[in-house]
């Protein structure tokens, strides 16, 4: 569970600097999604950022999953 306004912050910053694309979001039950395209270094590095997450932040488990392409065009925060 995610407490905060600034984790999808966070992560959207480091998607625009590494050019990641996708989008990150809250989850009815508290957990954040975030779904990333781009090159196997970016979303390599992108799923670091997500497990250390911004200063003070504490995960608890990062889940990586294999999805289809979808051909995002940026990143976005997405509300639900």
């Known amino acids: 569970m995610i407490q905060g306004i600034f ?3 966070f992560i959207k910053q480091n998607a625009d600097r590494l050019g990641a694309k996708g989008f ?4 009815e039950d508290g957990r954040v999604e ?3 395209e781009g090159d196997v270094d970016t979303v ?4 670091e ?3 250390r997450g911004p200063q003070h932040a504490q995960i608890k ?3 990586v999953h294999e999805e289809k392409y979808q051909g995002f065009k ?7």
């Open 74 to 80: 940026d990143f976005r925060i997405v509300r639900i």
């Open 7 to 9: 984790f999808r912050d």
């Open 34 to 36: 975030v779904f990333l």
């Open 49 to 51: 950022i997500c497990r």
């Open 61 to 63: 488990n990062v889940e």
């Open 44 to 47: 390599n590095a992108m799923t």
């Open 24 to 27: 990150v979001r809250n989850l």
